[in-house]
Structure formats: C-alpha cells, structure tokens
C-alpha cells in the first residue's frame, strides 16, 4: 500500500514540475510578445527600425558605445547591411575587477521593399542611434501619367 502511495506522489510531482515549468515557458513566452519580439535576437544585434515617408526609408538603429569610425554601411539595390565591431578596453594601468561590456562585431542586413539611390544616402549617428535617410531610386518612385 505505502508502496503504490509512494508511487503516486512521484507521480504527481513530475506532474507538478512539469505544469510548472511549462507555466514558467508560457509566461515568458507572454511577457516577450508585450515587451518585445518573441523570436530575440543575438544580445550583440543592434534593434533596428525601418520607416517609410513616401521618397524614402529611414533606419533607425541602436549602436550605443560605438563610434562612427567603427561602422560600416553597405547599400546595393535594396539590400541594405549595417556591421561594426564594439571595443571596450581597459585602460593602461588599471585593473579590471569586474567585465560585464564586452567587445564585439555585429552584422544586420535587410531587404528593403524598393530599390534606393546609393548616391543620396544619408547617414548621422547622434546619441547612440544610427540615423539612415535611404531615398528611393526612380524606378520605385510611381509616376502620375497624364492623359492627352
């Protein structure tokens, strides 16, 4: 008796364990669809946005601690990629007691929804954040054709 008691409490442990960590899953699942993309990306990836205003996109991406002579942008048609390498060193004559900032490299690439003129690019970075004016080629840009 004590035997098949003993049994079914380990049952329902497991049981229990189990509810809770799948509890635990859901629940962080949730709490990222509200604060954040459920999918996330590496911790080294900047976020990025992509906005359009009619002639152009804009990008906005976060890069905080990284300066504009450590990034490279690249456009071609509508692929766009946004790489640089974050450095953090210590200074001569100190000694490190605790390194939670690390260096490293990152790379994003997009596909842009049109094609934009490379020429016309626009870059400022200011504050951290990583501004890009992408105009739109000709080719994107629709035309109002005028009947005779």
């Known amino acids: 008796m004590f035997t098949r008691m003993n049994y079914i409490d380990r049952m329902f442990g497991a049981m229990d364990l189990l509810r809770s960590r799948m509890d635990r899953l859901f629940n962080d699942f949730d709490r ?11 911790s080294n990836s900047p976020r990025t946005n992509l906005l359009e205003n009619g002639a ?7 890069i905080p601690g990284i300066s504009k002579d450590d990034l490279n942008i690249k456009i071609q048609g509508n692929y766009l990629e946004i790489s640089g390498k ?6 001569e004559g100190y000694k490190t ?52």
């Open 56 to 62: 152009n996109f804009e990008v906005q991406t976060e």
């Open 32 to 42: 990222s669809c509200l604060y954040g993309p459920a999918f996330t990306l590496p």
């Open 97 to 148: 007691h605790r390194r939670e900032r690390c260096g490293s490299t990152f790379s994003r690439s997009f596909t842009l929804p049109d094609d934009v003129n490379a020429d016309k690019v626009e870059a400022t970075l200011k504050d951290g954040i990583l501004y890009l004016t992408l105009p739109k080629s000709e080719v994107a840009n629709p035309k109002q054709i005028t009947i005779n």
């Open 86 to 91: 974050r450095s953090v060193d210590t200074p």
